[in-house]
T-cell receptor, first 107, second 117 residues
Framework: AQRVTQPEKLLSVFKGAPVELKCNYS??????LFWYVQYSRQRLQLLLR??SRESIKGFTADLNKGETSFHLKKPFAQEEDSAMYYC?????????FGSGTKLNVKP | GAVVSQHPSRVICKSGTSVKIECRSL??????MFWYRQFPKQSLMLMAT?????????EQGVEKDKFLINHASLTLSTLTVTSAHPEDSSFYIC?????????????FGPGTRLTVT
């Protein structure tokens, strides 16, 4: 069965520091993985997807099949990055979400 | 573009009554909509997948007779919580897939806060 694990409920960093939000998954096939973000009082929105290999708002995520991980990284965190981040796996027409990590970027 | 609305945003109802929540795709057609439930400080739990013109597919452990889903048009899906109980109090979120933008694109509604007293 597929499962997405985000081990950190809360991650606090100072502005300008690097940030890495961890995501591990369990899935037997070739996964399709995503990061979603929810800013305060806003709806959930797609941040990036692994198949696009894109960088959005300075964030990148690399799929590591050996470690079954899809960690989200940003070299220099900004205060506006403070939000809830959810890792999600797509399988058979459904999305499965991790429990989320709250990122708090301090000034 | 790609906006999804939900109505109502908040609802309080008495135990034993039914509540209907609407999910609309405002500027695109959504053949598939998803209904999630989110408990405080927890993740989104997929409840069911709603397909236009056919019966919804429910996740294991979700009572289909309690959570009635209807997807009668390409822009509207409804979730009816029947005979609501306090344990049904939660945050319900829908999302809609815009097939015109690709298989993985889904857009989320703002959510509905249900409180059953």
């Amino acid at each position: 069965a597929q499962r997405v694990t985000q081990p950190e409920k809360l991650l606090s960093v100072f502005k300008g520091a690097p940030v890495e939000l961890k995501c591990n998954y369990s899935y037997s096939g070739s996964p399709e993985l995503f990061w979603y973000v929810q800013y305060s009082r806003q709806r959930l929105q797609l941040l990036l997807r692994h198949i696009s290999r894109e960088s959005i708002k300075g964030f990148t995520a690399d799929l590591n099949k050996g470690e079954t991980s899809f960690h989200l990284k940003k070299p220099f965190a900004q205060e506006e990055d403070s939000a809830m981040y959810y890792c999600a796996l797509y399988n058979f027409n459904k999305f499965y979400f991790g429990s989320g990590t709250k990122l708090n970027v301090k000034p | 573009g790609a906006v999804v609305s939900q109505h109502p945003s908040r609802v309080i109802c008495k135990s034993g009554t039914s509540v209907k929540i609407e999910c609309r795709s405002l500027d695109f057609q959504a053949t598939t909509m998803f209904w999630y439930r989110q408990f405080p400080k927890q993740s989104l739990m997929l409840m069911a997948t709603s397909n236009e013109g056919s019966k919804a597919t429910y996740e294991q452990g979700v009572e289909k007779d309690k959570f009635l889903i209807n997807h009668a048009s390409l822009t509207l899906s409804t979730l009816t919580v029947t005979s609501a109980h306090p344990e049904d109090s939660s945050f319900y979120i829908c999302s809609a897939r815009d097939m015109g933008r690709g298989l993985y694109e889904q857009y989320f509604g703002p959510g509905t806060r249900l409180t059953v007293t």
